[in-house]
Antibody, heavy 117, light 107 residues
Protein backbone atom coordinates (compact mmCIF):
# COMPACT_ATOMS: atom_id res chain seq x y z
CA UNK A 1 0.00 0.00 0.00
CA UNK A 2 1.16 3.50 -0.79
CA UNK A 3 1.96 5.74 2.16
CA UNK A 4 3.05 9.36 1.94
CA UNK A 5 4.28 11.20 5.01
CA UNK A 6 4.92 14.95 4.89
CA UNK A 7 7.14 16.87 7.27
CA UNK A 8 8.90 20.21 7.53
CA UNK A 9 6.00 22.55 8.13
CA UNK A 10 5.98 25.21 10.81
CA UNK A 11 5.85 28.91 11.59
CA UNK A 12 8.04 31.08 9.39
CA UNK A 13 8.36 34.82 8.96
CA UNK A 14 7.44 36.52 5.70
CA UNK A 15 10.34 36.40 3.28
CA UNK A 16 11.72 33.24 4.86
CA UNK A 17 12.36 29.79 3.41
CA UNK A 18 11.17 26.32 4.28
CA UNK A 19 11.65 22.89 2.76
CA UNK A 20 8.87 20.35 2.93
CA UNK A 21 9.55 16.64 2.63
CA UNK A 22 7.31 13.78 1.61
CA UNK A 23 8.62 10.30 2.39
CA UNK A 24 7.05 7.65 0.21
CA UNK A 25 6.58 3.94 0.69
CA UNK A 26 4.83 1.60 -1.71
CA UNK A 27 5.49 4.16 -4.44
CA UNK A 28 8.67 5.13 -6.30
CA UNK A 29 9.10 8.89 -6.47
CA UNK A 30 11.77 8.57 -9.16
CA UNK A 31 9.31 7.13 -11.66
CA UNK A 32 5.88 8.16 -10.42
CA UNK A 33 4.08 11.41 -11.09
CA UNK A 34 4.04 13.34 -7.80
CA UNK A 35 2.21 16.50 -6.79
CA UNK A 36 1.97 19.14 -4.10
CA UNK A 37 -1.47 20.55 -3.33
CA UNK A 38 -2.24 23.11 -0.64
CA UNK A 39 -5.29 24.21 1.30
CA UNK A 40 -5.46 27.55 3.08
CA UNK A 41 -7.38 27.51 6.39
CA UNK A 42 -11.10 27.14 5.70
CA UNK A 43 -10.54 27.26 1.92
CA UNK A 44 -10.53 24.86 -1.01
CA UNK A 45 -7.79 22.86 -2.66
CA UNK A 46 -5.12 24.57 -4.77
CA UNK A 47 -2.69 22.67 -6.98
CA UNK A 48 0.90 23.86 -6.45
CA UNK A 49 3.41 21.77 -8.39
CA UNK A 50 4.05 18.49 -10.22
CA UNK A 51 7.06 16.42 -11.10
CA UNK A 52 7.09 13.49 -13.51
CA UNK A 53 9.30 10.46 -13.76
CA UNK A 54 11.21 11.96 -16.66
CA UNK A 55 11.95 15.07 -14.62
CA UNK A 56 9.43 17.50 -16.10
CA UNK A 57 8.14 19.99 -13.58
CA UNK A 58 5.12 22.30 -13.49
CA UNK A 59 4.16 25.14 -11.15
CA UNK A 60 1.16 27.27 -10.35
CA UNK A 61 1.69 30.89 -11.33
CA UNK A 62 1.30 31.89 -7.68
CA UNK A 63 4.48 30.03 -6.71
CA UNK A 64 6.53 30.06 -9.92
CA UNK A 65 10.02 31.40 -9.31
CA UNK A 66 9.70 30.97 -5.53
CA UNK A 67 9.01 27.24 -5.05
CA UNK A 68 11.00 24.30 -6.41
CA UNK A 69 9.87 20.69 -6.54
CA UNK A 70 12.51 17.99 -6.45
CA UNK A 71 13.15 14.45 -5.32
CA UNK A 72 15.85 12.29 -3.80
CA UNK A 73 15.62 8.89 -5.43
CA UNK A 74 17.94 7.26 -2.88
CA UNK A 75 15.64 8.35 -0.06
CA UNK A 76 12.44 7.90 -2.08
CA UNK A 77 11.46 11.36 -0.92
CA UNK A 78 9.76 14.29 -2.61
CA UNK A 79 10.59 17.87 -1.64
CA UNK A 80 9.13 21.33 -1.98
CA UNK A 81 11.63 24.14 -1.43
CA UNK A 82 9.70 27.29 -0.62
CA UNK A 83 11.48 30.67 -0.74
CA UNK A 84 10.29 34.26 -0.34
CA UNK A 85 7.30 33.06 1.62
CA UNK A 86 4.25 35.29 1.89
CA UNK A 87 1.29 35.36 4.24
CA UNK A 88 -0.89 33.97 1.44
CA UNK A 89 1.26 30.82 1.33
CA UNK A 90 -0.16 29.84 4.72
CA UNK A 91 -1.83 26.48 4.20
CA UNK A 92 -1.77 22.77 4.82
CA UNK A 93 0.50 21.29 2.15
CA UNK A 94 -0.29 17.81 0.89
CA UNK A 95 1.87 15.61 -1.28
CA UNK A 96 0.02 13.20 -3.52
CA UNK A 97 0.72 10.58 -6.15
CA UNK A 98 -0.63 11.00 -9.62
CA UNK A 99 -2.12 8.13 -11.57
CA UNK A 100 -3.79 7.42 -14.91
CA UNK A 101 -2.29 10.56 -16.41
CA UNK A 102 -3.42 12.98 -13.80
CA UNK A 103 -5.76 12.34 -10.88
CA UNK A 104 -4.25 12.03 -7.43
CA UNK A 105 -4.93 8.63 -5.96
CA UNK A 106 -2.89 8.69 -2.74
CA UNK A 107 -2.42 11.65 -0.41
CA UNK A 108 -0.32 12.30 2.64
CA UNK A 109 -1.80 13.63 5.88
CA UNK A 110 -0.53 17.15 5.19
CA UNK A 111 1.84 19.54 6.95
CA UNK A 112 0.86 23.04 8.08
CA UNK A 113 2.89 26.03 6.98
CA UNK A 114 2.13 29.32 8.71
CA UNK A 115 3.74 32.48 7.37
CA UNK A 116 3.45 35.23 9.94
CA UNK A 117 5.55 37.76 11.80
CA UNK B 1 -6.42 28.94 -16.90
CA UNK B 2 -9.47 26.69 -16.84
CA UNK B 3 -11.96 27.73 -14.18
CA UNK B 4 -14.00 25.03 -12.44
CA UNK B 5 -17.31 26.04 -10.87
CA UNK B 6 -19.27 23.74 -8.61
CA UNK B 7 -22.89 24.05 -7.62
CA UNK B 8 -24.35 24.19 -5.14
CA UNK B 9 -21.75 25.37 -2.63
CA UNK B 10 -23.70 23.75 0.18
CA UNK B 11 -26.27 21.01 -0.01
CA UNK B 12 -28.51 19.87 2.86
CA UNK B 13 -29.75 16.32 2.57
CA UNK B 14 -30.97 13.36 4.58
CA UNK B 15 -29.73 9.80 4.77
CA UNK B 16 -31.15 7.90 1.82
CA UNK B 17 -31.50 10.94 -0.42
CA UNK B 18 -30.21 11.01 -3.98
CA UNK B 19 -27.68 13.82 -4.27
CA UNK B 20 -26.26 15.47 -7.38
CA UNK B 21 -23.36 17.92 -7.53
CA UNK B 22 -22.54 19.81 -10.73
CA UNK B 23 -19.11 20.92 -11.92
CA UNK B 24 -18.70 23.21 -14.92
CA UNK B 25 -15.47 23.96 -16.76
CA UNK B 26 -14.78 27.30 -18.43
CA UNK B 27 -13.67 25.43 -21.56
CA UNK B 28 -13.81 21.89 -22.79
CA UNK B 29 -11.76 19.40 -20.79
CA UNK B 30 -13.00 16.31 -22.64
CA UNK B 31 -13.37 13.73 -19.84
CA UNK B 32 -10.27 14.70 -17.90
CA UNK B 33 -12.08 15.23 -14.62
CA UNK B 34 -11.65 13.74 -11.16
CA UNK B 35 -13.77 13.89 -8.01
CA UNK B 36 -12.55 13.84 -4.41
CA UNK B 37 -14.20 13.65 -0.99
CA UNK B 38 -12.73 15.47 1.98
CA UNK B 39 -13.72 15.29 5.63
CA UNK B 40 -12.67 17.93 8.19
CA UNK B 41 -9.02 17.67 9.17
CA UNK B 42 -8.36 14.87 6.69
CA UNK B 43 -6.69 14.56 3.30
CA UNK B 44 -8.90 14.31 0.23
CA UNK B 45 -9.96 10.85 -0.89
CA UNK B 46 -9.94 9.97 -4.58
CA UNK B 47 -13.34 8.84 -5.87
CA UNK B 48 -13.67 9.08 -9.66
CA UNK B 49 -11.39 9.59 -12.65
CA UNK B 50 -11.97 10.31 -16.30
CA UNK B 51 -15.34 11.76 -15.35
CA UNK B 52 -17.13 8.46 -14.80
CA UNK B 53 -14.68 5.73 -13.78
CA UNK B 54 -14.99 4.65 -10.17
CA UNK B 55 -11.75 4.19 -8.26
CA UNK B 56 -11.26 0.73 -6.81
CA UNK B 57 -12.86 0.38 -3.38
CA UNK B 58 -15.24 3.32 -3.76
CA UNK B 59 -18.86 2.34 -3.07
CA UNK B 60 -21.05 1.89 -6.13
CA UNK B 61 -23.55 4.47 -4.84
CA UNK B 62 -21.10 7.06 -6.20
CA UNK B 63 -21.20 7.74 -9.92
CA UNK B 64 -19.94 10.41 -12.26
CA UNK B 65 -21.01 11.56 -15.69
CA UNK B 66 -20.44 14.26 -18.26
CA UNK B 67 -17.91 15.42 -20.81
CA UNK B 68 -16.79 18.66 -22.36
CA UNK B 69 -17.74 21.37 -19.89
CA UNK B 70 -20.48 19.92 -17.70
CA UNK B 71 -20.10 17.12 -15.20
CA UNK B 72 -22.03 15.62 -12.32
CA UNK B 73 -21.28 13.55 -9.25
CA UNK B 74 -24.25 11.56 -7.99
CA UNK B 75 -24.66 9.72 -4.71
CA UNK B 76 -27.61 7.39 -5.24
CA UNK B 77 -28.51 6.90 -1.57
CA UNK B 78 -26.70 9.16 0.89
CA UNK B 79 -25.10 7.36 3.80
CA UNK B 80 -23.91 8.84 7.14
CA UNK B 81 -20.29 8.44 6.03
CA UNK B 82 -20.93 10.59 2.94
CA UNK B 83 -21.38 13.90 4.76
CA UNK B 84 -18.28 15.73 3.59
CA UNK B 85 -17.01 18.27 1.08
CA UNK B 86 -16.61 17.22 -2.53
CA UNK B 87 -14.21 18.72 -5.07
CA UNK B 88 -13.90 18.32 -8.82
CA UNK B 89 -10.52 18.74 -10.51
CA UNK B 90 -9.59 19.12 -14.16
CA UNK B 91 -6.40 17.54 -15.44
CA UNK B 92 -6.82 18.42 -19.09
CA UNK B 93 -4.16 21.12 -19.00
CA UNK B 94 -1.86 22.94 -16.63
CA UNK B 95 -2.39 24.63 -14.28
CA UNK B 96 -4.64 21.96 -12.87
CA UNK B 97 -7.59 23.52 -11.13
CA UNK B 98 -10.14 22.46 -8.54
CA UNK B 99 -13.70 23.51 -8.05
CA UNK B 100 -14.41 25.54 -4.92
CA UNK B 101 -16.05 22.56 -3.22
CA UNK B 102 -19.56 21.44 -2.33
CA UNK B 103 -20.32 20.75 1.31
CA UNK B 104 -22.92 18.03 1.85
CA UNK B 105 -24.44 18.52 5.27
CA UNK B 106 -27.13 16.85 7.31
CA UNK B 107 -30.61 18.25 6.83
Amino acid sequence: EVQLVESGGGLIQPGGSLRLSCAASGSTVSSDHMSWVRQAPGKGLEWVSDIYGGGSTYYADSVKGRFTISRDNSKNTLYLQMNSLRAEDTAVYYCARGSRGGPLDYWGQGTLVTVSS
Amino acid sequence: DIQMTQSPSTLSASVGDRVTITCRASQSISSWLAWYQQKPGKAPKFLIYRASSLESGVPSRFSGSGSGTEFTLTISSLQPDDFATYYCQQYNSYPWTFGQGTKVEIK
